[in-house]
Structures are given as structure tokens and as C-alpha cells.
């Protein structure tokens, strides 16, 4: 490794870092015997950066060369910035000696458009065939599917990696027609089409034939970036329900906007990036994903955004008092998910411990449920204690506002990936 | 009051335990062998590890519970807690007059302090799998000091076996002084005899491979170059990634 390779890594890792996507989950691929490496079910992360952030994969980008000119992305061809591209051997041989010493998971593979998609894509499997092929090499591989490339070379990129993601970016198509006129949703969802029917059109052929070679095993995702455009969290939040149910998408991230683009007039000028109202979100689909809400009853017309003081969840139960208090002996496991502060673990473990006992707040407390917003939202085996219909929503809304000293400020997606609450 | 003195093997464990169910009697205190520490009132009974028994133990909660319930026995044992084991013959005999599993049973204290115990454990096992950070050798080994809250080695092994199959590694817990090596073939236990690098895990740079040096230096720049400033959180950071773990991640130093 020379000294090129140093600053190549500084100028390709600064482009990639903006894409939140860190997850090295999903897929489970064994070691084929000799080769290195396997990918672990879970997921696992191997460091957090100074911001939080979970280091999972060697995120870099191939170039950060591009023909296009999007105003809200850093690589944009008319940001003045030092451009550099790897080379395949370079790129190989940076993953492969990260991965040996335990620094990753694998690798999370992005690309500027060179010359025309197909052929940046055509790069991009490239590499991944090389490490999976040439140096047995099975390890998480995330690639990014460059929209525009052809049905061909998507297909061959579903087949070396473990994941693909199309970043959709800007949640409505008129804000993004102004922000990036060179693209527009269609040609994004074009490709994740193509994606997920490879992915079912897999299942089946893979029933038949168990051998038939995998097909991007930890399915696809895409980005959006948050409060670089006027869009509202019902519309985020709407788009990202589509995106799950349509196009059979494992994971949506949010990445709230950098102000990375000073100059630009069509952005707008913040200090800071929206952080809260991104983990927000991210609760938000959480709620959607494992606790089986639906979005109209996390955002309506009437509430089109989400409540930055106070979590989504607990939002939606001030707003529906008549469902409490909820019983935690008898309701059903769907009620106990929603009780604010209740996260999928305890709900599981009251429905069995209270096969044994009826429970009371000692019990809870003691199998590790959160009782300070919980409280006000249930009863159990014991005598009543005021709860939200006693005290009013507004005023429970008030006592947990208050403020507890030590408390994390957790930022997107940077906390661990299942403990959200 | 009696107090029983084992080995401080998991079959050591669980020939006490044998022996608590024969006799049907429960100690005070268990406690190591050569740990000095004499109880006035108390009765010392030393407890021989016998495989055969610890074996019935073993087999004999395989019929009331589960492989990985009973997986969680010894998980918990390896947290090495102090009266772990008190506890854990404590939440054996639950199993044993339960006429179904105990597992779910969050109610009962000592079921939901093995269960917390063995949350513990199971965290600083995969704190091994994040954490641990190879420095290739000049003989081509790939070697990593670490030192684990609990005794979590035991648990974390196959996973680096299975991940590193071409390599070979030594994983190192300085804390016990003791570590394991594969050899391309299998793993085996072992102790370096300089005590030095036994407690410390610190080796001269001189046995490093050439190329060492310069991925740490990669992956230092890396790790830099992908933290977003405007982001900056660092008590989040120390949240997920504790301090005590920072002394061997290359990236921190």
C-alpha cells in the first residue's frame, strides 16, 4: 500500500460517510471451508465514531467523480472538492486486511456516476466478484445500485452481494425535479422493481432448487434525507410505508440534511442538522415495522409531523386515552406493544411471566420494564395508582417533560440498532 | 452452616450441585478452593469434582429445560459473580420442582436475576465479537489481547473459528491470563509463560508483520475520515463503545 492509497481512503470514506445506511444484518453466509470470513445474522459493529455512529462496514466510495449535479449531495461535479478513484486490487486488498483484523463486517460499496450508470455499475459488481471469486472471500457486501444501469447488470450485482440499496434521497418528486433536475423517481424505483422481483423470483427458484445461488440474501434499502426540502413527516412517512409494502423494502434510513451546500438558495440555511426529527422518525418506523401501527395512526392530516418533545409512541397514546389503563394480566400482546415506554422484549416477557403469576409493579420492575412513562398507561396486580384518565393527557404529557438529569441524547440510527425506546 | 469449597470448574459447579441434591441440604456459601478466607460458625465441606455426577446434573436438567436454558446455566456461571453459584443452585432447584420449564417464570426474583445475569454475559460476549482487534505477526499470527468484564472467551471462540478459518489467531484475556489459539485446525487453551505479556497483552513492535503497521495506520485514517463533525455526540459514543475497551482498539490510540 502506498501513500496514494492514505489519501485515496480520506477522499472516498469523507464522500461515503453521508450515507447512513450501516447495517451489516440480514444475511446469514457461512464460511464455504477455506475461504475467509461469514456474514452473521445479526449484524455487528465494530466501532462508533465520534458522532455515534456505528462502524460496521468499510464504507468508500469507487470515485467520487459524477456526471451529475445534485445540489443536496457533496460529490455534485460542480463542488470543488479533491476527486480520486480505487483501484479494484486497491479496494480488495483494503477490505480484506480491515476484515482479517476484526475492523468490519465487510464492505459497503457506493459510487459518482462515471461515464454512463451501466457502466459504473458494471465497476461496482467488479469489485465484488473479485473478492467473492478470486479470494473466496464471504463477508457482508453492500452495493449500490446505480439508477439507470441496465436489468443485466443489476442482476449480476444481486448476485455477489449481500444487500442493494437505490437511495431515493428527496421524499417527493417535485423537490427533487428542483434539487436534481438530471433525475426523477421513476428512474429510482425502476431499479428497486427489479431488485425485488430478483429477490422473489429467488424464493421460489430456491424452494425448488435449495443450491439455485442466493440473490442480494438481506434484501434492499434506501435513504432519505430529511429537512433539506419542505416535505412533511406524513409524507416521509407515507412514502416509507409504500416502500415497505410495495417494494418489499428491509430497511429506510433517514438521514437528517448537513448543511453541505452554503451556497445553493434552493437548501435551506440551518446551523445544525435536524437530528431530533430524524430519531423521531426512526421511532416512527419502528412503531410501523415491529409494533404493528399503521401510519395514519402515527401522522394524520391533522398532525402532520411528529411531536419533537416527546417519543411517537407516547404521543399516540395521549391522544387516545380511552385505550388505557391496559391490563398487563389480561390484554393481548398487541395492546401491551403499545403501551408508551413497553418495547417488544418486555411485552414478550410479560405475556410469559404472566402465565405463572399475576404480575404487579414489582414484577415489572424487576424483569426489567420501564415504568416512568409506563406507569400512567396500565394496571396490574395491585391497587390502582393514578393513570391518564385521572390525570389528564395534557398533564401526564407535562410530568414527563420535566427534566431528568443524565440523559442520552440518542441520534438516529447511530444508537444500537434494536433498543430504540 | 455449611459452607461448601469447589474447584471453580463449571463441573466442579455442578458436582456441588449433586452433592446438594443428595444430601438435601443448601449451603450457606460456596467458594473456591485456596481462597483464604475462614468463616467463624461455619463448616467447610470440600467438594470433589466428579465427572460422572456433574454429568447426571446435566443430563438430568436437559429433561426438564432446554439445550439453550440450560446453556444459560453456564453462561451465568462464567460471569463469575460473586455467590453466582449460590444463585445458581438456588434457580437448579426451582428447575427441578417446576413441573414446566422455569425459563419464562420473569416473576420469581432468582429466575429474573439469572435472566439479567445472563443478559450481562451474553453482551460482553458480543462486546468480544466488536471489539477484539488482530495485529498480524511476523509468523503470520494474528494475535489480540482483550480484557472481558466476565470470562466470556469460553463462549465467543466459535465464532472467530468460524469467521477466521484461514488465519491463524490468538485471542488473549490478559485479565485471566489466559487465551486460546487456532492453528488452522483447531482451538486449543493456552498460557503464555512471560508473565509480562500474560497480564499486559503488549508485544514489541519488532515481531510485527511489515504490512501491520501500515493498516493500522489505514484503518486510524478511516475511522477519522468517516465521523460527521456536525454530528458530534461523544457521550454516545462512550455509551456504545465503554472506555475499558479502548485500550486495545487500534483506532484509539
Not at chain 1, 303 to 325: T, V
Request: charged share 25%; aromatic share 12%.
Amino acid at each position: 500500500m502506498n501513500v496514494e492509497v492514505f489519501d485515496k481512503l480520506n477522499i472516498l470514506a469523507n464522500s461515503a460517510k453521508y450515507d447512513v445506511s450501516c447495517a451489516s444484518s440480514g444475511t446469514k453466509r457461512s464460511n464455504t471451508g477455506n475461504g475467509i470470513g461469514n456474514a452473521a445474522a445479526w449484524g455487528i459493529c465494530h466501532s462508533f465514531t465520534e458522532d455515534g455512529r456505528c462502524v460496521s462496514l468499510l464504507k468508500v466510495m469507487l470515485t467520487n467523480y459524477c456526471i451529475y449535479d445534485c445540489a443536496y449531495c457533496t460529490s455534485r461535479r460542480s463542488n470543488d472538492i479533491p476527486r480520486a478513484t480505487f483501484s479494484v486490487n486497491e479496494l480488495v486488498n483494503l477490505t480484506i486486511g480491515f476484515y482479517r483484523r476484526n475492523y468490519i463486517e465487510g464492505l459497503f460499496l457506493s459510487s459518482g456516476v462515471i461515464r454512463n450508470p451501466d457502466y459504473t455499475m458494471e465497476q461496482l459488481v467488479g469489485v465484488a466478484k473479485e473478492l467473492r471469486t478470486q479470494h473466496r472471500y464471504n463477508g457482508y457486501i453492500h452495493l449500490k445500485a446505480i439508477p439507470g444501469a441496465s436489468n443485466e447488470q443489476i442482476k449480476q450485482a444481486g448476485l455477489y452481494a449481500d444487500r442493494l440499496s437505490v437511495n431515493m434521497e428527496i421524499p417527493t418528486e417535485p423537490n427533487l425535479k428542483m434539487l436534481a433536475p438530471e433525475k426523477d423517481h421513476q428512474s429510482i424505483i425502476s431499479p428497486m422493481g427489479i431488485i425485488g422481483a430478483g429477490i422473489i423470483e429467488n424464493k421460489y427458484e430456491r424452494k425448488i432448487n435449495i443450491k439455485a445461488p442466493k440473490f442480494t440474501p438481506a434484501g434492499q434499502s434506501t435513504q432519505l434525507i430529511i429537512g433539506a426540502t419542505n416535505d412533511t413527516d406524513k409524507s416521509i412517512l407515507d412514502l416509507s410505508a409504500n416502500l415497505y409494502t410495495g417494494q418489499n423494502l428491509k430497511r429506510v434510513y433517514y438521514s437528517g440534511y448537513l448543511p453541505i451546500n452554503t451556497k445553493d438558495t434552493r437548501l435551506p440555511a440551518i446551523k445544525e442538522p435536524p437530528l431530533k426529527r430524524e430519531n423521531r422518525l426512526y421511532q416512527a418506523d419502528w412503531l410501523f415495522r415491529f409494533y404493528h401501527f399503521s401510519m395514519e395512526e402515527i401522522v394524520s392530516d391533522s398532525h402532520p409531523n411528529l411531536d419533537l418533545e416527546i417519543d411517537p409512541k407516547l404521543g399516540y397514546a395521549l391522544r387516545n386515552p380511552w385505550l388505557f389503563p391496559i391490563d398487563v394480566n389480561k390484554a393481548d400482546y398487541e395492546m401491551i406493544l403499545r403501551i408508551p415506554g413497553v418495547g417488544v422484549k418486555s411485552a414478550q416477557k410479560i405475556i410469559m411471566a404472566r402465565t405463572y403469576r399475576r404480575l404487579n409493579f414489582q414484577h415489572l420492575k424487576k424483569m426489567g420494564v420501564v415504568l416512568k412513562r409506563a406507569k400512567y398507561f396500565i394496571s396490574c396486580n395491585e391497587l390502582p395508582t393514578p393513570t391518564i384518565n385521572e390525570l389528564k393527557p395534557e398533564n401526564v404529557r407535562k410530568i414527563l417533560l420535566e427534566p431528568t438529569p443524565k440523559k442520552l441524547k440518542v441520534a438516529g440510527d447511530g444508537y444500537m440498532q434494536l433498543s430504540l425506546w | 452452616m455449611e459452607i461448601y469449597i469447589y474447584d471453580k470448574t463449571f463441573e466442579g459447579f455442578l458436582s456441588v450441585v449433586f452433592y446438594a441434591f443428595e444430601t438435601k441440604t443448601t449451603p450457606f456459601k460456596i467458594m473456591q478452593r485456596g481462597i483464604n478466607q475462614s468463616m467463624l460458625f461455619s463448616k467447610e465441606i470440600q467438594i470433589v469434582t466428579e465427572l460422572e455426577k456433574s454429568e447426571r446434573v446435566w443430563n438430568g436438567l436437559l429433561k426438564k429445560i432446554n439445550k439453550k436454558n440450560a446453556d444459560m446455566i453456564y453462561r451465568v456461571f462464567l460471569s463469575e459473580l460473586p455467590d453466582v453459584e449460590l444463585l445458581l443452585l438456588n434457580y437448579i432447584q426451582l428447575v427441578f420442582s417446576y413441573k414446566r420449564s422455569v425459563f419464562g417464570d420473569f416473576g420469581n426474583p432468582i429466575v429474573a436475576e439469572v435472566h439479567d445475569i445472563h443478559k450481562r454475559v451474553s453482551r460482553e460476549a458480543e462486546h468480544t465479537l466488536m471489539f477484539v482487534r488482530f495485529k498480524k505477526t511476523a509468523d503470520n499470527i494474528y494475535f489480540a489481547p482483550f480484557e472481558p468484564k466476565y470470562n466470556v472467551l469460553p463462549i465467543s471462540i466459535k465464532h472467530f473459528k468460524d469467521r477466521f478459518a484461514d488465519q491463524k489467531w490468538v485471542i488473549y484475556d490478559t485479565i485471566r491470563e489466559y487465551g486460546y489459539y487456532y492453528n488452522l485446525f483447531d482451538v486449543q487453551e493456552i498460557r503464555f509463560v512471560d508473565s509480562n505479556i500474560s497480564r499486559s497483552g503488549d508485544i514489541d513492535k519488532s515481531i510485527l508483520n511489515t504490512e501491520e503497521l501500515v493498516f493500522q495506520d489505514l484503518w486510524k485514517n478511516y475511522f477519522k475520515s468517516v465521523s460527521i463533525k456536525e454530528r458530534s455526540n461523544k457521550r454516545l459514543q462512550m455509551h456504545n463503545m465503554p472506555k475499558r475497551f479502548w485500550k486495545h482498539l487500534t483506532e484509539m490510540q
